[in-house]
């Protein structure tokens, strides 16, 4: 059977890597977004030519080889065109992470978030007109963990679905030379638009702690850490976060603890009486209250596969909008179960009133495709 794969990042290229492997098919067409996209990469480097999109909305007809049995649709963000599925014998096939027709769209992971959902599921269905609106081919089913993000929610259990689904439904179609097909009952169709913040869900809570971060430089020895978690632990803050380097026999760190509003002062006084041992600190406040008159406080969150140039490319888009950065927290994250390197950025933004947060996410969007970024705005509220 001849495939032709049309996707991007991370899990496109597991599912070529997947195909790869199954007996009797082989691949006529690679389509991915830019050359140095994951899938793009994977396919070069078995051997196999890639079509880079000159349109990332759309994908055309020749992009499609003649003589294509089905096509496979991984993480595109591109359309599969009419002119492209009349290329394939069977047309084509994508994945959406949810139970359709519930959650038809871009978001479909944030809203089974937001809604509350306690079972989340994934589709195999059919590339037709109409918003994730084609029959399914193939779907199954988890439980949604309490306290879960959309992303942890996708890669703990959304991802290996659709890996699993996809390849099910390629050998079924390898094997009977058809594509299953049960229509889907538009009572329970809901539409999934893109959203512009983070969501998690988790119990609600009052606002009763500040941040503090703070920051120390100093010979390397052991022992810091500890000083710091039991100064943490002695005035009830918790260890949010934190990046620390050893280098050249010299210890560098930043550390974010989320601590009492009453316990503030303390655990400050607390740190720096650290100094005394040969330390340098310096722990700063989070801003409190409503930003200056002319400005507004935004949420920024940003995360993709880990490359150079995001921070710079970053922050020049926001200097040329004249966005200040009151703070921003960076980190790397591998995924123990495949090894994935991701890039995060939560930073906290001063934005000019007069520039929306539609306007800010539109000056982020070429950033986003360039380097496949999912990036998240929201207003952040006075404490």
């Not at 306290?147 to 703990?156: H, I, K, Q, V």
């Not at 503090?212 to 010979?219: E, P």
């Not at 006084?269 to 002319?294: K, N």
């Not at 306007?359 to 495709?369: S, Y």
């Amino acid at each position: 059977m001849k495939l032709a794969l049309v996707g991007s990042r991370y899990f496109a290229a597991t599912v070529f890597d997947m195909l790869r492997q199954l007996e009797g098919v082989q691949f006529t067409s690679i389509v991915a977004p830019a050359a140095d996209d994951r899938l793009g990469l994977a396919a070069k480097a078995a051997g196999l030519p890639v079509h880079v999109l000159a349109n990332p909305k759309i994908v055309p007809g020749e992009a499609i080889a003649e003589g294509t049995d089905l096509i496979v649709a991984a993480h595109t963000h591109a359309r599969v065109s009419n002119e492209a599925l009349a290329r394939s014998r069977h047309r084509g096939i994508g994945y959406h992470p949810s139970l359709l027709p519930r959650h038809r769209g871009i978001a479909a992971v944030e809203w089974t978030i937001l809604e509350g959902d306690a079972i989340a599921g994934g589709s195999v269905y059919h590339l037709a007109d109409g918003w994730d609106a084609g029959a399914v081919a193939a779907q199954d089913w988890c439980f949604v963990q309490r306290g879960e993000s959309a992303r942890e929610l996708w890669e703990r259990a959304l991802a290996p679905m659709g890996l699993a689904l996809l390849g099910r439904v390629v050998r079924h179609v390898r094997d009977h030379d058809e594509v299953p097909a049960a229509a889907q009952d538009l009572r329970f169709a809901t539409k999934a638009p893109l959203i512009k913040r983070s969501v998690v869900l988790t119990e609600d809570a009052a606002d009763d702690t500040v941040a503090l971060v703070a920051t120390v430089i100093g010979a390397d020895r052991q022992g810091i850490v500890n000083a710091l978690s039991e100064c943490a632990q002695r005035h009830g803050a918790n260890w949010a976060s934190s990046r620390l380097a050893r280098a050249a026999g010299e210890f560098a760190g930043m550390v974010h603890f989320d601590v009492p509003r009453d316990s503030v002062d303390a655990l400050a006084a607390s740190l720096r009486a650290l100094e005394s041992a040969g330390l340098r600190i310096t722990v700063s406040r989070s801003a409190a209250g409503e930003p200056a008159a002319g400005w507004r406080g935004v949420e920024l969150q940003l995360v993709g596969d880990d490359r150079k140039g995001i921070v710079s490319s970053l922050t020049r888009i926001l200097a040329m909008r004249s966005v200040s950065i009151e703070n921003m927290h960076t980190e790397i994250v591998t995924s123990p179960g495949t090894g994935k390197r991701s890039f995060k950025v939560a930073a906290h933004l001063l934005v000019p009133a007069g520039l929306t947060n539609e306007q800010l996410h539109a000056e982020l969007d070429g950033l986003a495709r360039e380097m496949m970024l999912d990036v998240a705005l929201g207003d952040r509220p006075g404490a």
